[in-house]
């Protein structure tokens, strides 16, 4: 039976802030893109630019789906802990 309710919701709001914070990160990286696609021998300086963006904004994304799911999972667990322990509750009389 879960019963420290606090504590868990606690992690749960740690979570969600860091996936707050990633988005937010993201969208700051996203600023720095340049999608120009450069070709010409004037222009190969920028490469190494755009490939390093480019790689940050594939962890960002990456890390921000496994931990948006683990958020959403850890919520959905305490939900049914919750639920389960309302019903399962004997000191509760119906009726």
């Known amino acids: 039976m879960l019963t420290s309710y606090p504590l868990h919701i606690a992690i749960w709001g740690v979570l969600t802030t860091v996936v707050v914070i990633l988005a937010v990160y ?3 990286l996203d600023l720095k893109v340049d999608e120009t696609i450069h070709v ?3 222009e190969a300086s920028n490469i190494p630019a755009q490939e ?3 790689k940050k904004l594939a962890v960002v994304d990456r890390w921000g789906k496994i931990l948006t799911v683990v958020a959403v999972l850890y919520l959905l667990g305490i939900a049914a802990a919750y639920i389960y322990s309302s019903f399962a509750d004997t000191s509760v009389k119906l009726g």
Do not use: Y
């Open 40 to 42: 010409l021998d004037s």
């Open 52 to 54: 390093e963006v480019a």
């Open 26 to 28: 993201r969208r700051r």
